[in-house]
Nanobody, 118 residues
Framework: QVYLVESGGGLVQAGGSLKLSCRAH???????????PAWYRQAPGKERELVAS???????NYADSVKGRFTISRDNTRRSVYLEMNLLEAEDTAVYYC?????????WGPGTQVTVSS
């Protein structure tokens, strides 16, 4: 069984930092390496939005609202993708999800809560 699990969320003051991790359990290395994992977030009353994605090890894409503050990275040997978040703002408060495509379907983790106090 293949599934994603996020970790690293929590409560932080505005201006602080957090690093989220997502691990793909049960996914073979070649499949994970060829995937394009991404981080999404969903704030209360809002739709889920793309935060950042990474193709291979170098090509990244960020939402305008997080450019310059967030960094996505991956470690294929650990089947993991990370999101380093700096200069956090109250508007970054949301449940953060790791997502990717697997066997033709969207695969999501359960999410991790990030709360930024102002």
């Amino acid at each position: 069984q293949v599934y994603l699990v996020e970790s690293g969320g929590g409560l932080v003051q505005a201006g602080g930092s957090l690093k989220l991790s997502c691990r793909a359990h049960g996914m073979i290395l070649s499949v994970f390496t060829s995937n394009t994992p991404a981080w999404y977030r969903q704030a209360p009353g809002k739709e889920r939005e793309l935060v950042a994605s990474i193709i291979g090890g170098r090509s990244t894409n960020y939402a305008d609202s997080v450019k310059g503050r967030f960094t996505i990275s991956r470690d294929n040997t650990r089947r993991s993708v990370y999101l380093e978040m700096n200069l956090l703002e109250a508007e970054d408060t949301a449940v953060y999800y790791c997502g990717t495509r697997y066997s033709g379907k969207d695969l999501w983790g359960p999410g991790t809560q990030v709360t930024v106090s102002s």
